[in-house]
């Protein structure tokens, strides 16, 4: 069963890279499409500024579960020299349980943030006023994602500390 789990979060993880990349590569095309907008056809375009703030927020939030799978957060490699391999699991599980602590918080408040947008119609007060919901949903995914994220990469290190 954690076998199916762990493969589960490892290919939502690449789902979420390709989604990241793909909110990105979107963003690279309205900003210069903004560009050639306002400075070569002297429109003021309100909403691709908008667009792209959303699109950003969602790459972060929601590719964070990918980073994770490939280690790409921040670690503490110098610290490890000095350490045993039991030793560096035992603090990555430490670490890793402090930062599921964090995400199940984020996971609450971005619920919270969210439904409330949701439910009092709560929009961006600008002329396209797109609902908030949607923004603030990419941190509810995001923060649901490395929630699961953690807790297999957690059920890794236990597996790996069983080995010693």
């Known amino acids: 069963m ?6 589960f979060t490892e290919q939502v993880a690449k789902i979420c890279g390709i989604f990241a990349a793909g909110c990105l590569l979107l963003s690279i095309v309205l900003i210069t499409e903004l560009v050639f907008e306002r400075y070569l056809f002297r429109n003021a375009i309100t909403w691709q500024t908008e667009l792209v703030t959303m699109l950003l ?3 972060t939030f929601i590719g964070s579960a990918w ?11 110098y610290l490890y020299t000095f350490m045993s391999e039991k030793s560096v699991t035992k603090l990555k599980i430490f670490t890793d349980s402090l930062c599921l602590i964090f995400f199940l918080i984020l996971l609450y408040v971005s619920f ?5 947008a949701f439910i009092n119609n709560h929009n961006t007060g600008t002329i396209w006023s797109p609902p908030l919901w949607i923004p603030y949903s990419s941190m509810l995914i995001g923060a649901f994602l490395m ?3 953690y807790v297999a990469q957690i059920i890794k290190l236990f597996r790996k500390l069983k080995e010693f």
């Open 67 to 77: 980073v994770l799978s490939e280690k790409g957060h921040v670690n503490m490699e």
């Open 147 to 149: 929630t699961i994220s």
């Open 2 to 7: 954690t076998d199916k789990f762990i493969k």
């Open 112 to 116: 919270e943030i969210t439904a409330d």
């Open 57 to 59: 927020v969602a790459s």
